[in-house]
């Protein structure tokens, strides 16, 4: 039985990369061609961030993040610069998120606007500081296509482009 998912961007690239894995046949509907820009998972440099107290996107982080670092693995090339990420300005509760992090094991840490400056002198901060060092910045252009590249080399898979700009389904190997 195969599985069906939309889109080769980047969430439908990445599920189908895990499904294949797991030795299911995977069908991609996609409008565009794989690597256009009309959608949101291009770009070299996207956001990473950790900054999430509910427990359910925490539990998927935790699935998530080690995924990026085998996917650098089983490529030879980088994706993701753990760099970290600050949080701050108009926030319900960062303290909630830091104990949210807390629980489900990232590190997490607040400081003060004072501290925050010192630490990163070319920043503003106004208000306490969330610190995840764990966040970073992911490359997109390179991780998308790696995805299917991977999925290309679990074995023969079929994108069926829908929509008005292509008609025609084509084998994988014929588009990237
Ligand atoms: C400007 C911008 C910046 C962002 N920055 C970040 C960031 O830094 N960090 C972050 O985590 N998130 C960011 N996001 C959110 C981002 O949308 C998601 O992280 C991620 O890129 C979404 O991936 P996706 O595959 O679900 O969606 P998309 O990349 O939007 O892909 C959707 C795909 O579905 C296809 N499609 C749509 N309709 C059909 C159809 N009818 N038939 C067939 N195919 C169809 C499209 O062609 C496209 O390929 C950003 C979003 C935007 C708009």
Not at 8 to 21: E, F, K, M, T
Not at 98 to 110: N, T, Y
Not at 142 to 156: F, H, Q, Y
Not at 160 to 169: F, R, Y
Request: proline share 4%.
């Amino acid at each position: 039985m195969s599985t069906l998912l939309s889109s080769v961007a980047g969430n439908g690239s990445a599920a189908a990369w895990q499904l294949s894995q797991r030795g299911r046949e995977v069908v991609l509907l996609e409008r565009f061609t794989p690597g256009h820009k009309e959608g949101a998972s291009h770009g070299a440099s996207r956001n990473l961030n950790l900054s999430y107290s509910e427990p359910n996107y925490l539990s998927l982080l935790q699935r998530a993040v080690p995924l990026w670092s085998e996917l650098e693995q089983e490529t030879g090339t980088s994706v993701f610069d753990e760099v970290g990420v600050v949080t701050h300005g108009a926030h319900p509760s960062l303290t909630g998120v830091r104990d949210a992090l807390d629980a489900h094991g990232f590190a997490a840490e607040i400081l003060s606007a004072e501290a925050a400056s010192e630490r990163w002198g070319g920043m503003r901060f106004e208000t306490d500081v969330l610190w995840t060092p764990q966040a970073g910045r992911l490359n997109a252009d390179v991780s998308v296509p790696r995805c299917r590249r991977l999925l290309l080399s679990a074995g023969p898979t079929f994108v069926t482009a829908s929509g008005s700009k292509a008609s025609a389904s084509r084998r994988m190997t014929g588009w990237w």
